[in-house]
């Protein structure tokens, strides 16, 4: 699987053969390819007035193009302030509390994020061609679409190891600029241009994928709120800058701990494994109806219910596992 972060031609461009070389190079004799792009036909258009905008068919003539438009500016930083809200409100009614849930659209944001994800796995298993995804700057929803779709595809990356190293080379490396996208919290009135809860939605999709296999993870729930509490507040420096040459520039490695290495140790590494975990070696095909997308309530809802029993039943589960 692919990801590009530029249009590879434009009207205000020359035109790049060297990028159609390397990618009718990818391609066996005969064989096709997948771009899927992440913006909207309309959005694209509109980039061609920057230069920017879309490849030319007749350029890759064996590539077909894909449009499956994610949201990843305010529109979403929006969607998330006002699930908070209302999260943050018990006494709603229930007419009251569906109707805002909906309104704030964040489960459409999760449904249409696991699409497109099972868009691009579908490719490259069902179809054995190559996929490219393709975004406005990808660092954000090309980052998403590609990482899930590693997840939903390979059973390594669903190890707690993997996972990590998933998260290092897909989300860290590849520069997704968490300073400017986590600069803030969703109740802060403050909410800058660019801030944009990207992160929070891949977690989001893979709690639905361990909601969906509770076999096939082999990490927990509890993995996925400690990494969200620290792309938003952590004491390590793995989450800050925004790529790799500010963090080279800041010296972060020098001068902080690394996330991953705590999580790695062996006492602190038990507390996220999945007890009731079996290798599955199959590729997890989730649901994305509307029926089966839940509310993530261990996250959106954990400061105003108790997770006491909830974390009592986990660890009983774990005891039992453990006997057996």
């Keep these: 699987m692919l990801r590009s972060s530029q ?13 159609e070389a390397l990618l009718s190079a990818v391609l066996e004799r005969d064989a096709r390819g997948f771009i899927v792009d992440t913006r909207s036909a309309q959005a694209a258009k509109q980039a061609r007035m920057s230069g920017g905008g879309t490849e030319h068919k007749a350029s890759y003539p064996r590539w077909r193009r894909l449009h499956r438009p994610l949201e990843r500016g305010r529109p979403l930083q929006e969607s998330f302030a006002r699930l908070v809200e209302t999260c943050a409100e018990p006494s709603l009614s229930m007419e009251r509390w ?13 449904q249409a994020a696991l699409s497109t994800a099972c868009l ?21 929803t090309t980052l998403l ?13 669903r190890t707690l190891q993997g996972f990590l190293g998933l998260l290092e080379r897909e989300w860290i490396q590849a520069g997704h ?8 919290s969703a109740y802060s009135h403050a ?28 990490f927990g ?9 620290n792309a938003y507040a952590s004491a390590y420096g793995t ?11 800041c010296k972060v490695k020098e001068n902080t701990h690394s996330l991953w290495a705590w999580l790695s140790q062996p006492q602190e590494r038990q507390k996220f494994l999945n007890p009731l975990y079996s290798h599955n070696a199959l590729v997890i095909w989730p649901s994305v109806e509307p029926q089966s997308i839940q509310l993530w309530q261990g996250l959106f809802l954990r400061w105003i219910r108790p997770s006491q029993h909830l974390d009592e039943a986990w660890a009983e589960i774990q005891r039992l596992v453990e006997e057996n």
């Excluded at 249009?7 to 990028?19: A, F, H, K, V």
């Design 98 to 110: 569906l109707g805002r849930l909906e309104s704030s659209r964040w489960l459409s944001h999760v």
């Design 7 to 19: 249009p590879l031609t434009g009207p205000n461009r020359r035109r790049s053969r060297e990028d």
């Design 145 to 157: 679409v590609t990482a899930l779709a590693q997840v939903i595809l390979d059973p390594t990356c």
């Design 239 to 249: 989450f800050l800058c925004n790529n790799e040459k500010e963090r080279s520039l």
């Design 120 to 140: 691009a796995a579908q490719g490259v298993d069902r179809e054995e061609s190559h996929v490219l995804v393709h975004g406005a700057e990808g660092t954000d």
């Design 221 to 229: 729930e509890g993995l996925l709120l400690t990494l969200f509490d």
């Design 177 to 184: 600029p968490f300073h400017l996208r986590c600069a803030r």
């Design 191 to 218: 909410r800058l241009k660019q801030e944009a809860p990207l992160f929070l939605l891949f977690l989001d999709c893979v709690w639905q994928l361990s909601r969906q296999f509770p076999f096939s993870l082999e």
